[in-house]
C-alpha cells in the first residue's frame, strides 16, 4: 500500500500532467483551474492543497520539466561533455507539433510581471544556471575539470543561448526547421568544448 506522501506525490503528478497536457492543445488564458482539475478526475479545492495559483501551478511546470532534463547530466554511461551538451540539447525547446503550444505556453507565462519578479530575485536560481552550475561542481570534485574552469561563464552563456533560441520559436507561428537549429547548436556547441571545456580537463 502506497504511503500518504506517495499518494500526495502522485496527486501533484497528476495534476501537473493534466495541465501539461491542456496547455499543449490550447492557449493558456483559456484554461482555467477547473479545466485542469477536470481533465485528471479531481476536485477544484484540491488544486490549492498543491499550488497558490494558476501562476504558481505553471512556475512549479516550468521547474519539474527542468529538473527532469537536469537527469541527463548525470548519466554516468556518458563522458561528461557528452552529458552536457545532451542536457543543452534536451534543453533547447521541444519542437515537435505535439509541444508547440506548450512552449508558446510557457514562453508567454515567462514575460509575465510574477516570474520576471522571481526571476529577479533570484537569478541565481534560475534552472538552467543551477543545474550547470551543480553540474561543474560535481566535475572539479570528481577531478573532471580543474578548479579555474569558467563555470559561470559557461553557465550563463549557455543560459542566454537556449534563451534566445526559445524566443526565436515562441514568436512564430508555423513550425521551425528542427535539424537547422539542431545542427547549429551543435557547432556553437563545438566551439564551446574547444575554447572553453577541454582546456580545463584534467
Known amino acids: 500500500m502506497a504511503t500518504r506522501k506517495e499518494q500526495s506525490d502522485a496527486t501533484r503528478a497528476a495534476i501537473l500532467e493534466a495541465g501539461r497536457k491542456l496547455l499543449a492543445e490550447r492557449d493558456v488564458k483559456h484554461i482555467s483551474i477547473s479545466d485542469i482539475m477536470k481533465q485528471c478526475g479531481l476536485s477544484n479545492g484540491l488544486f ?49 507539433p505535439e509541444s ?49 574552469v569558467p563555470a559561470e561563464f559557461v553557465a550563463r552563456l549557455l543560459v542566454y543561448v537556449n534563451h534566445g533560441v526559445s524566443f526565436h520559436v515562441a514568436l512564430y507561428k508555423r513550425q521551425p526547421d528542427v535539424t537547422q537549429i539542431i545542427s547549429w547548436f551543435n557547432q556553437f556547441f563545438d566551439s564551446l568544448e574547444e575554447t572553453k571545456l577541454k582546456p580545463y580537463l584534467l
Open 100 to 148: 508547440f503550444q506548450l512552449h508558446r505556453n510557457t514562453m508567454a507565462f515567462k514575460l509575465t510581471d510574477e516570474y520576471i519578479r522571481e526571476r529577479e530575485s533570484r537569478y541565481a536560481d534560475d534552472y538552467m544556471f543551477k543545474h550547470v552550475m551543480l553540474y561543474f561542481e560535481s566535475c572539479i570534485s570528481d577531478g573532471v575539470f580543474s578548479a579555474d
Open 48 to 96: 490549492y492543497h498543491y499550488f497558490a495559483s494558476k501562476d504558481a501551478f505553471i512556475t512549479a511546470l516550468i521547474s519539474d520539466v527542468w529538473s527532469e532534463k537536469a537527469q541527463s547530466l548525470y548519466d554516468t554511461s556518458l563522458p561528461p561533455l557528452e552529458r552536457l551538451r545532451k542536457y543543452c540539447t534536451l534543453s533547447l525547446p521541444d519542437m515537435s
